[in-house]
């Protein structure tokens, strides 16, 4: 599968920014999707996940509340609708993919073997 993540922006601190991630290959199988973001210097931080079959959501702390994860078509298959942005939320934000259920913990980068090339979201105070 290949992922894209797409839809970042400049953003004013309080404002919304709605990501999609598109998927071309196999979009039926998976395990679970999820977010991630990356700013410099930090390793990526899980933002939100959801399991495929279930559709059990699940959040990192920092987006808890105002940022819920969704499914998609098979060509876009996930979704990221953040609210009320913040200052910190400035990252590049990246989707990722997972076919099989072993593989680790789904909040950890590392059990996700698919990635897409990322989204800049930058939010201003």
């Known amino acids: 599968v290949q992922l894209q993540a797409c839809g970042g922006g400049l953003v004013q601190a309080g404002g919304s920014l709605r990501l999609s991630c598109a998927a071309s290959g196999n979009t039926f199988n998976f395990y679970a999707m999820g977010w991630f973001r990356q700013t410099p210097g930090k390793e990526r931080e899980f933002v939100a996940g959801?399991?495929?079959?279930?559709?059990?959501?699940f959040y990192g702390d920092s987006v808890k509340g105002r940022s819920p994860i969704s499914r998609g078509s098979a060509s876009t298959p996930l979704y990221l609708s953040m609210n009320s942005l913040k200052p910190e939320d400035t990252a590049v934000y990246l989707c990722?993919?997972?076919?099989?259920?072993?593989?680790?913990?789904?909040?950890?980068?590392?059990?996700?073997?698919?990635w897409g090339q990322g989204t800049q979201v930058t939010v201003s105070s």
């Open positions: 990722a993919a997972r076919y099989g259920a072993r593989g680790g913990d789904l909040s950890s980068s590392e059990a996700y073997p698919y």
């Open positions: 959801i399991h495929w079959t279930t559709s059990t959501t």
